[in-house]
């Protein structure tokens, strides 16, 4: 089982910055990449960012320029860094982690219980 912990959500007002942060734990043999997913009310989960073991990236069009996803491989971690705030980046944020707990397993998709970002003046 793999379990992830967030942290570094919260409220800021426009033009503020907020770091995330995504520890994975648990009985992980490989992850093929780690990343942040958004919800806002009334709408769907939206790919924020994404980082492959590669260190490929992928962003949303709205979030580039303003945020960079980061990993510690050694920690299992991976960051968002949101830089340049809007009201509409508000949502319940969530980590995202693809990994394989043994050597053999398939691939499984692990998620966050997720962190509120409130973006508010």
């Known amino acids: 089982q793999v379990q992830l912990v967030e942290s570094g959500g919260g409220l800021v007002q426009p033009g503020g910055s907020l770091r995330l942060s995504c520890a994975a734990s648990g009985s992980i043999y490989s992850i093929n990449a780690m990343g942040w997913y958004r919800q806002a009310p009334g709408k769907q989960r939206e790919l924020v960012a994404a980082m492959t073991s590669s260190i490929s990236t992928n962003y949303a069009d709205s979030v580039k320029g303003r945020f960079t996803i980061s990993r510690d491989s050694a920690k299992n971690t991976v960051y968002l860094q949101m830089n340049s705030l809007k009201p509409e980046d508000t949502a319940v944020y969530y980590c995202?982690?693809?990994?394989?707990?043994?050597?053999?397993?398939?691939?499984?998709?692990?998620w966050g219980q997720g962190t509120q970002v409130t973006v508010s003046s």
């Open positions: 995202n982690v693809k990994a394989r707990p043994g050597l053999w397993s398939s691939l499984y998709d692990y």
